[in-house]
Nanobody
Framework: QVQLVESGGGLVQAGGSLRLSCAAS????????MGWFRQAPGKEREFVAA????????LYADSVKGRFTISRENAKNTVYLQMTNLEPEDTAVYSC??????????????????WGQGTQVTVSS
C-alpha cells in the first residue's frame, strides 16, 4: 500500500517555474515506478512524466519535454516534478501516481493504482 500527498502547486506567470513534490508513505515506494499526470478543466487526465524504480531514463510527454524534469529521492520517499518555462496551457491539477512494485514505468494512467489528491497549478499569461 502506498499513500501519496502532493505539494508545491500555485499561481505563476508564464515563463516561470515551480517544483512539485509527492511524498509517499509505505515501504513499497523505492520499488515502485512513479508518474505525474495532469487534468485541465473539461479535459481528460493526461500523462506528464514517469520514472522507474530501478533508474534509467525518465519518460516525458512531448508537450513538456525539455521543460519538465522528474526525479526521485528514495531515501526521502519523494518524487519531484521540476517545471520550467511554464505556459498557460500547463494549467491543470497535477497528480502523482504509483504502480505496483517492480513494474516498469508507463504513460498509461490505467496502469497506476495509487493516486494522490492533486495540486493545482495555474499559469497566467
Amino acid at each position: 500500500q502506498v499513500q501519496l500527498v502532493e505539494s508545491g502547486g500555485g499561481l505563476v506567470q508564464a515563463g516561470g517555474s515551480l517544483r512539485l513534490s509527492c511524498a509517499a508513505s509505505g515501504r513499497a515506494f523505492s520499488n515502485s515506478a512513479m508518474g505525474w499526470f495532469r487534468q485541465a478543466p473539461g479535459k481528460e487526465r493526461e500523462f506528464v512524466a514517469a520514472i522507474g524504480w530501478s533508474g534509467g531514463s525518465p519518460l516525458y510527454a512531448d508537450s513538456v519535454k525539455g521543460r519538465f524534469t522528474i526525479s526521485r529521492e528514495n531515501a526521502k520517499n519523494t518524487v519531484y516534478l521540476q517545471m520550467t518555462n511554464l505556459e498557460p496551457e500547463d494549467t491543470a491539477v497535477y497528480s502523482c501516481a504509483a504502480r505496483r512494485p517492480l513494474l516498469r514505468y508507463s504513460n498509461n494512467k490505467n496502469e497506476y493504482v495509487y493516486w494522490g489528491q492533486g495540486t493545482q497549478v495555474t499559469v497566467s499569461s
